[in-house]
């Protein structure tokens, strides 16, 4: 069944979660796991097929295999953790226009227990977009731990890698 305009209204809830859930198509430093609540199972099934087909930058999509709550499933879309992913994200949720009531305004995004109004801003402060930013991330919470335990912290991206170093200066940029 093809899902077609506004055929949506009334069944997906205006809150996007971001990496609630780890990726199954890759490494959560390199894949960003949005979902979505729906409230039935064909519809979750429709979304999970208009994203996988409609849009280059979704990595994969996938339902929840069964209820979380009576009439409540996940609708799970991976994304390439790039500098641009605020802008997909926003992009799936403009699109979500045409099939449900919500505008891009209307949604609220959950990161991390943190519930902000969704803005590609407020996206981009957030969420870790980058490999490197995923690896900062968890280094400053392990150096906190290190701290807190009287261990001396460790800085992990001045690290030189010599082969890094070598690939760089063949192609002109180091």
Do not use: C, H
């Not at 999970?48 to 979380?68: I, R």
């Not at 802008?87 to 799936?92: A, E, H, I, R």
């Not at 943190?114 to 980058?130: I, M, Q, S």
């Amino acid at each position: 069944m093809a899902i077609e305009y506004k055929d949506l209204v009334g069944l997906v809830k205006p809150v996007v979660f971001i990496d609630e859930f780890e990726p199954k198509m890759g490494e959560v430093s390199d894949i960003i796991v949005v979902s979505f609540f729906v409230r039935d199972q064909q519809a979750a099934n429709d979304l999970m097929n208009w994203w996988e087909k409609g849009y280059d930058f979704v990595v994969d999509a996938d339902v929840s295999p069964g209820e979380l709550k009576p009439g409540r499933y996940l609708v799970y879309v991976e994304i390439r953790r790039r500098s641009n992913a605020g802008q997909n994200v926003w992009q799936l949720l403009s699109d979500l226009n045409t099939l449900t009531e919500f505008e891009p305004e209307d949604w609220t995004l959950v990161y991390r227990d943190e519930e902000v109004p969704f803005t590609r801003e407020a996206f981009d402060k957030l969420v870790p977009r980058t490999p490197k930013d995923v690896e900062s991330e968890i280094s400053e919470e392990l150096n906190e731990m290190r701290q807190a335990a009287g261990l001396a912290v460790k800085t992990y991206w001045d690290r030189k890698d010599p082969d890094l170093l070598a690939i760089q200066s063949a192609a002109g940029i180091r």
